[in-house]
């Protein structure tokens, strides 16, 4: 993933289930995660992540190409959760990952995929 060459630790997963077993032993800072993936969406693997991990939970964006959050969607925070819509460049990836995170220092990020 590109976000290495400005320092970020990239970890990359195949499936929200896969990520949520990675998380059991390696703490990250932030999650990219693609809003509709098969087996487990954006939103399902939020709802599984703050459950389990409350008070450690990384901040999460979705990356999706749709415009916006399906309207359905009613979780107050899967709603605050920030969207970056595809195709982006590695600019406004970067923008993006600097707002979640609220710091522009290196850090750990787990990617998501769904593929």
Do not use: N
């Amino acid at each position: 993933m590109t976000l290495e060459v400005v320092g970020y630790q990239i970890r990359a997963t195949r499936s929200g289930p896969e990520c949520l077993r990675w998380l059991e032993d390696e703490p990250c800072d932030l999650l990219i995660v693609d809003f509709s993936m098969p087996e487990m969406d954006g939103p399902e693997l939020y709802r599984h992540v703050h459950a389990r991990w409350p008070t450690r939970a990384p901040r999460m964006l979705f990356v999706s190409g749709y415009g916006e959050i399906p309207r359905h969607e009613s979780d107050p925070g899967v709603l605050a959760v920030p969207l970056l819509v595809k195709p982006f460049s590695l600019g406004d990836l970067i923008a993006a990952v600097t707002r979640a995170l609220e710091t522009p220092e290196p850090c750990r990020i787990l990617i998501d995929t769904g593929t």
